[in-house]
């Protein structure tokens, strides 16, 4: 019988290639499959990050991920894809799928990995977060001694953001984009506009950090989270 392959999720980090793992640089270096996923463009941010680490010769298999209107995913590219990885791994070939940050921090990877992990063997190689990542290029530390952090996604509604940020003392918002202008309203509204800031494509070249408040009006900072301390610790 041929040996089944193993299907490793690899976080590639934030957008800095140096901040990819050895472990996740190793995997990559040898794989014969790789897959990732692209948008409507067809950029994927994954591949980018990973580009030095891709054997010349290997395989590549990118999976168009769409946003519906809802704001949900379109999960039929996921599906189509998956057929394909399977019977790869049925063929006892190993397969790599990037995900941007970490597999299991609102990672992509989560949709494959809850198709394919009852039938092969799957592997996650964590990778730095978006979260921490941020907060590294702001120079702000997320958290010190009994502070709670909160990461709370922008696409929640207004009541819910509310009652989340009401007694928040470290907060990181992602999933910005095009909900910033009502955040930063919610934010001006209960007083915490000027204790947040904006983090835009952290460590990637076109990186962009300034207080929420200094962003044009209109504006929708992709690739964006903001970092809000109302705490008490000094650190």
Not at 35 to 58: F, S
Not at 64 to 84: E, M, N, V
Not at 144 to 165: C, F, N, Q, S, Y
């Amino acid at each position: 019988m041929i040996e089944k392959g193993v299907l490793y999720g690899v976080g590639v980090g934030p957008g800095d290639p140096e901040l990819l793992t050895l472990k996740g640089a190793r995997l990559i270096s040898k794989a014969k499959l790789v897959a990732y996923p692209i948008d409507k463009e067809g950029r994927g941010l994954a591949r980018k990050i990973a580009a030095p680490h891709i054997p010349q010769g290997a395989e590549e298999l990118p999976v168009p991920i769409f946003k519906r209107r809802t704001g949900s995913t379109d999960l039929t590219a996921y599906d189509a894809a998956i057929a394909g990885i399977s019977a790869r791994l049925d063929a006892g070939d190993d397969v790599v799928f990037l995900c941007a940050g970490d597999p299991f921090f609102y990672g992509s990877f989560i949709h494959v990995f809850a198709r394919l992990a009852g039938r092969h063997r799957v592997e996650v190689v964590p990778g730095v977060t978006s979260l921490t990542a941020a907060a590294a290029r702001l120079k702000r530390p997320l958290g010190a001694r009994d502070d709670v952090i909160k990461v709370l996604p922008g696409t929640l509604d207004e009541g819910r953001l509310r009652a989340e940020l009401a007694d928040a003392k470290s907060v990181m918002i992602i999933k910005v984009g095009r909900h910033f202008s009502r955040i930063r309203a919610l934010l001006r509204d209960i007083g915490l506009d000027g204790q947040a800031a904006v983090v835009e494509s952290a460590t990637l070249e076109n990186e962009r950090i300034y207080p929420v408040n200094d962003v044009p009006d209109g504006a929708k900072p992709y690739f964006s989270a903001i970092l809000i301390y109302s705490g008490a610790e000094s650190w």
